[in-house]
């Protein structure tokens, strides 16, 4: 689908002047959201803003907040849209589409996900290293816009190593233990079962969540550099005898997001 950036571009022009080109894009994943709050100089509704949905889960407002933090100009996703929502793949992926068109070079992506590596706990921020696509789609099916990226793009660095190292020696200076790991993205809503995170664990990831790997393929294909981070709300199927819920992920995200934020604000500033 085309990227039209023209509604946009007239409400930053009008509230923020001319000048104002967001250069980092955040996507603010289930309960991750309180940046957007904390840090707002514009606010529009997904609902006001053309050719975006609506976000139905808890946790996420639905709103495109644009601020600046640490000096940079930046964009950021309060709440997502998910595949499993019914959306199309070429609609969950379209804001980071619009992220480019408005002149985002970095995308810092955020979701909560359980955890598959036994040595992780809930609440436990995780740096991506690699992602792995079992949600049994690829946002790039269809006619490539070559203006956006080629037709075969590279996926060998999909999540910068420089932006890895930057992110793990931030979190070492400001004393946040962090993991780091592969994430594995299925389609959703239903949790996993054991032997799905058996199988997941076997193959090497190290999370699993229901967003994220759509966003990272076309920011990959748009040439812009990738930051991954989960928030690890609890242990994956299997792991724990403990049932699963999305209030508990809600919680564990609570617990998480001083650091999250924290951790958030200094990459920007080193960016």
Request: aromatic letters at 6%.
């Amino acid at each position: 689908m085309s990227v039209n950036v023209d509604f946009l571009q007239s409400k930053i022009k009008n509230s923020l002047g001319e000048n104002f080109v967001p250069e980092v894009g955040i996507v603010l994943g289930s309960g991750l959201g309180e940046l957007a709050d904390e840090y707002c100089d514009l606010a529009i509704p997904y609902t006001e803003i053309p050719d975006f949905e609506s976000s139905t889960v808890s946790g996420h407002k639905g709103r495109l907040v644009f601020a600046t933090i640490n000096g940079k100009k930046v964009i950021m996703m309060q709440g997502r849209f998910h595949y499993y929502e019914g959306h199309s793949i070429q609609k969950v992926v379209y804001p980071i589409k619009v992220m480019k068109k408005l002149g985002v070079k970095t995308l810092i992506l955020t979701n909560a996900a359980g955890g598959v590596n036994p040595a992780f706990n809930p609440s436990d921020l995780m740096v991506i290293t690699d992602h792995i696509n079992f949600m049994g789609v690829n946002p790039l099916i269809g006619v490539n816009d070559e203006s956006m990226g080629e037709r075969f793009p590279d996926m060998s660095e999909t999540y910068s190593p420089e932006l890895v190292d930057l992110t793990k020696k931030i979190a070492s200076k400001l004393g946040i233990d962090l993991q780091e790991g592969v994430y594995l993205a299925m389609s959703g809503p239903s949790y996993e079962t054991p032997a799905e995170i058996r199988m997941a664990r076997a193959i090497g990831a190290d999370a699993v969540g229901m967003s994220t790997v759509p966003e990272a393929i076309v920011a990959n294909w748009a040439k812009m550099n990738i930051i991954g981070i989960s928030c690890i709300c609890n242990s994956a199927a299997g792991v724990s005898n403990v049932s699963l819920s999305h209030e508990d992920v809600i919680h564990a995200a609570n617990v998480a997001k001083d650091r999250f934020k924290i951790l958030v604000k200094e990459i920007i500033k080193e960016l």
